[in-house]
Nanobody
Framework: QVHVVESGGGLVQAGGSLRLSCAAS????????MGWYRQAAGKQRELVAR???????DYADSVKGRFTISRDNAKNTVNLQMNSMKPTDTSVYYC??????????????WGQGTQVTVSS
């Protein structure tokens, strides 16, 4: 069984910074892509940033230049450094991992979500 757990959300003023962390644990053989998605109230979940095991990254246009994703393959962790934050960044942020296990093969696993609120 695999567990994906986020931490680091909270309240920050506009222009401030937050760092989200996520760790995947369990019977994991490998993780291809890890990333962060967010879902604001009344909206669909959207990609924020993702990173492959090889280090290739992909960002939403709305966060380019402000957010940075990083990963430690040995620890199965991914972080999201968020700078110059805006009220429009307010959302529940979810960690995603494309996990490969011996019992279930390859599948998508999600964390429970962490609230990020940016005040103006």
């Amino acid at each position: 069984q695999v567990h994906v757990v986020e931490s680091g959300g909270g309240l920050v003023q506009a222009g401030g910074s937050l760092r989200l962390s996520c760790a995947a644990s369990g019977t994991i053989l490998s993780i291809n892509t890890m990333g962060w998605y967010r879902q604001a109230a009344g909206k669909q979940r959207e990609l924020v940033a993702r990173i492959t095991s090889g280090g290739s990254t992909d960002y939403a246009d709305s966060v380019k230049g402000r957010f940075t994703i990083s990963r430690d393959n040995a620890k199965n962790t991914v972080n999201l450094q968020m700078n110059s934050m805006k009220p429009t960044d307010t959302s529940v942020y979810y960690c995603h991992a494309r996990v490969f296990t011996t019992t279930l093969g390859s599948y998508d696993d999600w964390g429970q979500g962490t609230q990020v609120t940016v005040s103006s």
